[in-house]
């Protein structure tokens, strides 16, 4: 893609903001993957996270 194409789409600001991804999968909005067994449905809760550097001190 061109520049004025993936300006915004190529990566939606993902490389200028932390994506908090392990609130989110704790919170349901990116659960991982859902998979029917027997009755059941399940979200699988193995997922690589990101190595965080620790809290800035103020």
Known sequence: ???KTCKDSCHEGRDKYYMD???MINEGMAG????AR???TNIE???DL???A???EV
């Not at 991982?32 to 998979?35: A, F, I, L, R, T």
Request: charged share 35%; net charge negative; proline share 9%.
């Open 1 to 3: 893609m061109d520049n």
């Open 21 to 23: 991804i392990d609130r």
């Open 32 to 35: 991982g993957y859902v998979h």
């Open 38 to 40: 027997y009755e059941a």
């Open 45 to 47: 809760e193995a997922r």
């Open 50 to 52: 990101v190595e965080e």
């Open 54 to 56: 620790p809290p800035h």
